[in-house]
């Protein structure tokens, strides 16, 4: 089997997606995900101008040699753009390989490891009020878990919260959008609100809190110890993480569970943190952290520190990357949960899947490699459009961590 063409498929309907499809001359093809939200672009030249001509020619069943020919061949390793072009060109590879086989992707992975895969979804509200309110919504459609995220008293602008009402798209213009952040507001405000949320809801529903990399460790570590009784199923991006060492600060201070690692590109990234137990799940995901080949050896390395998988899985990563993320935890042994923020309509009209929600868990389906595909002609009715994340800034006009 050899690869005969390989093409970039870029669409959004509702936002930007960006698809590797791969063929060969036996007529299978694999799609794969290389979707890099707020710079898509740069991600299709690295493909388009680099890496699709090195490939014709190849065979597809190559994985390994494949990955390690665009990692170590590069010179330039990892970072995010050339790690989700690999993603995507081992995604598309790992697909063509299930449908070789004529089997689901989880089986070729070696199998299930479970029944069904527990996801958490977002609670997000202007005010107090209304956030309680998702939280019950969510609570309704059947989720275990649910990630709370409020605006904040005081502060414009707060993450997670749509500006403009509807489902929150962070990615809202053709330039980045300013916020404002205060840390003590919400310092302040984040107890009040979790407290709230128990006293409304009770111990039963998984409670998570996305931080969003926008504290110092002492200031995480406060946060974490005075969530400590509404016992967090996790607090996520508390710092930012190029200090690894900084999450020891935090363990000092509180036994809430840690999580981090959405936008790691390698398992280098998180070698630290879990060598020395700093974190409790890691959220590296299929599409920017080099696939399913290099997303496996994170998750074994992992395993012998007992920290478990929590696949970062917003909008800004496409069904294709959905799809395959279900098959990783459906097989992987150490999962901990699978983020779900629902697309839309429109933008699952592009593509064709068989993964499925029922109460709170989602199944990767049966039919063969990973089960999505794109429908090319309706792809073509939503052309690429700018659309940049916001940037952060505090009270006195400081340049913050978005």
């Not at 680099?50 to 020619?57: F, K, S």
């Not at 494949?66 to 989700?84: H, K």
């Not at 992707?105 to 509200?125: C, E, F, I, P």
């Not at 280098?268 to 080949?293: F, K, M, P």
Request: glycine share 8%.
């Amino acid at each position: 089997m050899k690869i005969t063409q390989a093409k970039v498929i870029v669409c959004c309907p509702g936002r930007n997606f960006v698809t590797l499809k791969i063929e060969t001359d036996e007529g299978l093809y694999g799609i794969g995900d290389a979707t890099l939200n707020g710079r898509e672009k740069s991600v299709v030249s690295y493909l388009e101008d680099y890496v699709v001509p090195m490939l014709i020619g190849k065979d597809p069943q190559r994985i390994e040699d494949i990955w390690q020919y665009l990692y170590r061949g590069a010179y330039w390793r990892r970072g995010p753009v050339g790690m989700t072009a690999i993603a995507a060109v081992d995604t598309a590879l790992w697909d063509i390989k299930a449908k070789a086989a004529n089997m689901p992707l989880y089986q070729l992975l070696g199998g299930r490891s479970r029944d069904k895969v527990m996801v958490y979804t977002h609670a997000n509200g202007a005010d107090l009020e209304s956030t309680l309110d998702a939280v019950g919504k969510a609570i309704d459609q059947g989720y275990k878990a649910v990630r709370v995220q409020s605006g904040i008293p005081g502060v414009a602008g707060t993450y997670g919260v749509s500006k403009y009402g509807g489902k929150y798209e962070p990615a809202d213009s053709d330039l980045p959008s300013e916020d404002v952040w205060s840390t003590e507001k919400y310092l302040n405000f984040a107890p009040t609100m979790f407290d709230e949320v128990r006293r409304q809801y009770g111990d039963q529903v998984h409670l998570l809190h996305d931080v969003h990399h926008r504290l110092t460790p002492i200031e995480a570590g406060r946060l974490g110890k005075e969530l400590e009784p509404y016992h967090l199923f996790w607090m996520e991006d508390a710092v930012p993480a190029e200090n690894q060492e900084a999450f020891k600060l935090i363990r000092q201070h509180t036994t809430t569970p840690l999580a981090v690692g959405e936008i790691f590109n390698s398992i280098h990234d998180c070698r630290e943190l879990i060598q020395n137990q700093l974190i409790d799940y890691i959220r590296s995901t299929v599409v920017h952290a080099g696939g399913i080949t290099q997303l496996r050896r994170i998750a074994d390395f992992a395993a012998l520190y007992h920290v478990k998988t929590g696949c970062h899985g917003a909008t800004d990563l496409s069904p294709v990357c959905m799809g395959a993320a279900l098959h990783f935890d459906f097989w992987v042994p150490n999962f901990g949960i699978q983020e779900h923020m629902a697309h839309s309509e429109l933008m699952e009209s592009v593509f064709t899947r068989d993964y499925r929600y029922a109460d709170g868990y989602f199944t990767p389906g049966e039919k063969i490699g990973h089960g999505v595909d794109i429908d090319e002609e309706l792809a073509k009715k939503y052309p690429y459009q700018r659309k940049c994340l916001p940037v952060n800034r505090l009270e006195d006009g400081t340049l913050w961590n978005w």
